[in-house]
């Protein structure tokens, strides 16, 4: 049930374009009656008349042979066949056709659509289909053709909206027919057992209502969550109900008053438009009633004005916002800057002096039949284009980025239940953002993505090499939240062989970046053994970089003008390799074989697994000597000439350099390790900045174990 239906608020018939365009997409009068007609349930001899006038309300000029043809095929095929309901089966057949023809969609969808179940539930073949319609009607029936249970168990579901997808991918008329038949479905699901009734009702809500959401169908969408809502929330559904009809029988009217008001300024303005009152649907009462806490008459619809040019919408809004009260920060500009899903308005909101609040919505007689009816509106999308342009469309409405992305990363899910999971995760990302590359290409991205998901969605499993990032011209990390608009440059290395870190899966959001560093992962196994509290503390500097490993073992950890005065007769000192302490860091012992005690800062993670340990303390100070030795990493990204600069800075600034390591750039980013003596450990500041500056080095500090 849905609130156009069902809301007594819903405005007295409405005249001109917008009426006729009204009236054909207005589903939820398309009920059974309307499809039988006063024909008996075993007759229907002008059932396809009603698909054949809606779909001659669309396109007048239509060949309806292959509808007359299809009807034939489809009504002799199911004859016999019942629904559960009682009906004939032919019945759901022609009501999803009726859906389509509805909204627009052209003759071969149509064809299409009747024919959906006969390779599925009868005798007929995808051959026979081929060789009466064609191989169009041919694919898109294969499409949505479900997979046998008895071939594939428990996975036949997932594994259906897979092969589904793969379909879409290549004829988005697919998901179209798929849409229109869960809708009839919902709406006859009442026949079912409660438990399969939520069970197809919570797969509509993950999976249907957010591909209906992207391919901007929006009638169908808004009738799913009303459908959804009823089966999973009764209570709620219930509530909501009242509040409507509550609503439906005041005295007055604020929404239609406002209304009015704004047909005047526009007659003033002499701006051409018809001006709408559209119920808002039972979901989007219950989200205004969560929101606002206590509704108002004018929070249960919002204001359409329909135009006919682009500009007339400026138009409008500029007359609304003059001479009425705007509320500013409800708007939204979705002409300039459509959504991803073809939807293109503009949203604003008008307040009148008691505080009843309107909502806006301005588009043109073009962008409302999108707006409602998406993909399903362009007509046949693989068509020649015309010479001239539909005004309100974009270019390649059939593959958009979202679903390039999906089937992407779907052929990479290694089983039915990933790919099922994984595919529930990804449509709930209901937000899109696009970021651009330097060379004028765009990414779309879902809301919260970070460059390692733009390196994957650009580059897929090549995105391994990637070492780093530029976002709005300045160095970034790739854990880098991007936001709409970013221009991102992704800096990959040159070895084939590059391996992803796997620190990268933290700030993967997209699917494919993900499963490619998942697949990475699984393939390569880390053979990394624990070590024991005391040999970390001399063994190791950082768990990520076997080079800075080899200071700790050798003769560079020995002080070199610092000395280290320690309270334990005969001890021998020797700065730790895992936090490399210099004068006037606060600093403690520990002592290990051999009568040496390793002298580390008193923040560092290894004296705190000591202390754990039961290990105790060392007393050591520093002595009078102002010189150190300390080993420093740094992490860059790599270009030619890097390393001759980076030295060139530290012996600028008076260190000289005992020792150093450069890690090879299969490691993804550059890592340099140096142990180095300076004079004055005051200059040791001075040194890290220096080091930082270097273009392309974006970290500098203190070698330092990581574990704790």
Not at 34 to 59: F, M, Q
Not at 571 to 583: D, E, K, S
Not at 599 to 624: F, I, K, S, Y
Request: with cysteine.
């Amino acid at each position: 049930m849905s609130a156009e239906a069902t809301n007594p608020a819903t405005p007295g018939p409405v005249t001109g374009p917008a009426a006729r365009w009204r009236a054909r997409i207005d589903l939820r009068r398309l009920g059974r009656a309307a499809l039988l007609g006063p024909a008996a349930r075993d007759r229907l001899p002008d059932a396809i008349g009603h698909v054949a006038e809606a779909h001659r309300a669309h396109h007048p000029d239509a060949d309806l042979e292959p509808l007359r043809r299809a009807w034939v095929l489809a009504e002799s095929s199911h004859r016999g066949q019942m629904r559960k309901s009682g009906e004939p089966y032919i019945t759901h057949p022609l009501a999803v056709t009726l859906i389509l023809a509805e909204l627009g969609a052209e003759t071969t969808t149509l064809t299409a659509s009747l024919l959906h179940d006969t390779v599925e539930d009868t005798d007929v073949t995808l051959d026979q289909v081929g060789e009466e319609f064609g191989a169009e009607v041919r694919y898109i029936v294969d499409g949505v053709t479900k997979l046998e249970k008895v071939d594939y168990g428990a996975a036949a579901e997932p594994e259906t909206f897979r092969k589904m997808l793969k379909a879409t991918g290549s004829d988005v008329r697919v998901m179209s027919i798929k849409l229109a038949d869960r809708l009839h479905n919902m709406r006859t699901l009442g026949v079912m057992r409660p438990e399969k009734q939520a069970r197809i009702a919570k797969v509509t809500r993950d999976v249907l209502i957010p591909l209906a959401e992207r391919l901007g169908v929006q009638a169908l969408k808004t009738e799913l969550e009303d459908l959804v809502f009823a089966i999973l929330h009764p209570e709620e559904y219930e509530h909501t109900r009242e509040l409507i009809v509550d609503n439906a029988s005041r005295a007055d009217d604020p929404l239609a008053e406002i209304a009015d008001e704004v047909r005047g300024v526009l007659r003033d303005a002499d701006i051409p438009a018809e001006v709408v009152i559209r119920p808002r649907h039972f979901v989007s009462v219950h989200r205004v009633a969560r929101k606002r806490g206590q509704l108002r008459g004018a929070d249960f619809g919002r204001l359409l004005v329909l135009v006919n040019e682009d500009a007339d919408c400026y138009g409008v809004l500029g007359e609304l916002h003059t001479c009425l009260t705007p509320v500013v920060s409800e708007f939204k500009d979705f002409i300039a800057v459509p959504k991803f899903n073809l939807y293109q308005s503009l949203h604003t909101a008008v307040a009148r002096p008691d505080g009843q609040v309107a909502e806006v919505l301005i588009r043109t007689h073009q962008m409302h039949k999108v707006a409602e009816a998406g993909v399903i509106a362009l007509g046949n999308p693989y068509a020649p284009p015309s010479a001239e342009p539909v005004d309100g469309e974009r270019e390649d409405p059939t593959r958009p980025g979202w679903l390039s992305r999906l089937l992407d990363w779907q052929e990479a899910a290694p089983d039915p239940d990933t790919f099922w999971s994984v595919l529930r995760e990804d449509l709930a990302q209901d937000r899109e953002i696009t970021v651009f590359r330097p060379d004028g290409g765009t990414l779309g991205l879902p809301d919260g993505a970070t460059c390692v998901d733009a390196a994957y969605a650009q580059y897929g499993e090549d995105a391994h090499a990637c070492i780093g990032a530029r976002v709005n011209g300045r160095l970034a990390t790739l854990s880098t939240v991007l936001r709409d608009g970013d221009t991102v440059q992704l800096l990959m290395g040159q070895d084939p062989a590059s391996e992803p870190s796997r620190e990268w899966l933290e700030h993967a959001h997209t699917p494919a970046a993900r499963i490619a560093i998942q697949r990475w992962i699984a393939t390569h196994p880390s053979h990394e053994e624990p070590l024991e509290a005391d040999e970390t503390a001399e063994r190791e500097v950082t768990p990520r970089a076997a080079a800075e490993a080899t200071f700790a073992d050798g003769p560079a950890l020995r002080p070199g003008g610092a000395e280290v005065l320690v309270d334990q007769p005969g001890a021998t000192a020797r700065l730790a390799g895992c936090c490399t302490p210099v004068p006037p860091d606060d600093i403690t012992g520990f002592a290990v074989r051999g009568g040496v005690v390793t002298v580390h800062r008193v923040e560092c993670a290894a004296v705190a697994r000591m202390t754990q340990a039961g290990r105790t303390e060392v007393g050591v100070r520093w002595g009078e000597t102002a010189g150190c030795r300390v080993t420093l990493f740094a992490e860059s990204f790599g270009r030619p000439h890097l390393l001759a600069d980076l030295t060139e800075a530290m012996a600028l600034e008076g260190a000289e350099i005992v020792s150093a390591t450069v890690e090879p750039p299969s490691q993804q980013r550059v890592r340099h390790s140096y142990t180095v003596e300076l004079p004055d450990a005051a200059l040791l500041p001075a040194l890290m900045r220096a080091m930082r500056n270097v273009p392309g080095v974006y970290d500098v500090g203190r070698a330092q174990t990581t574990n704790a």
